[in-house]
Structure formats: structure tokens, C-alpha cells
């Protein structure tokens, strides 16, 4: 069966960084784009960043574009997202979801709490 697993996430500050990570398993993972979606409290989900299925192409959401960046290694079935100068409004849980044509018809994770104080 198909699992991602997410990991990094955590309590930072304001101007801190982390890397969120998605191990993916039960699939061929160079037939899929991968992308990062996340949901804060009250809000709907949205699209941060995607990159497609050999890393040819990248989108960023205009409210992390320069911030963030995306990025997967083939070889460990693993996508990346870096999130540097994190800001408060930042707070979210971050979901990676793996597809073929459209995010909503994907692979999910569980998701994974990003908190950023001050």
C-alpha cells in the first residue's frame, strides 16, 4: 500500500528555519509530482509549492516564494521542503501529497504541525 511519511516539523520562531520531510513508499516514486500543501486553523487548504516527477519544473505560492524551497531525491523516494525567515503566519499542519495530474486526486500523508511564535 501507498504511505507517505512526514517528519521535521516543530515549535520555531519567527526568522528560524526548518526542512519538513515525506518518505514515500509503495509506489513508483519517479511517476509522481510531489507537492506540499498546508491548513491553518480556519483557513482551506492551500497550494505552497509542487515539483514535478524528475524535478524539471517548480511553482511556489507567491506567500513563500524566496522563502521556501522544494526539492526530492529520486533515489530515497523523498521530497524536501526548506522553509527559511519563517514567519508567524506560517503556522500550519503540512501535508505532501503525491499525483499524477491533479493534487486532489492523490496520495496524501498525515501531515505535520509547523509553529512559528512572535
Known amino acids: 500500500q501507498v504511505q507517505l511519511v512526514e517528519s521535521g516539523g516543530g515549535l520555531v520562531q519567527a526568522g528560524d528555519s526548518l526542512r519538513l520531510s515525506c518518505a514515500a513508499s509503495g509506489l513508483t516514486f519517479s511517476g509522481y509530482h510531489m507537492g506540499w500543501f498546508r491548513q491553518a486553523p480556519g483557513k482551506e487548504r492551500e497550494l505552497v509549492a509542487s515539483i514535478t516527477n524528475n524535478g524539471g519544473n517548480t511553482y511556489y505560492a507567491d506567500s513563500v516564494k524566496g522563502r521556501f524551497t522544494i526539492s526530492r531525491d529520486n533515489g530515497k523516494n523523498t521530497v524536501y521542503l526548506q522553509m527559511n525567515s519563517l514567519k508567524p503566519e506560517d503556522t500550519a499542519v503540512y501535508f505532501c501529497?503525491?499525483?499524477?495530474?491533479?493534487?486532489?486526486?492523490?496520495?496524501w500523508g498525515q501531515g505535520s504541525q509547523v509553529t512559528v511564535s512572535s
Open positions: 501529497v503525491a499525483y499524477v495530474r491533479d493534487p486532489r486526486d492523490g496520495y
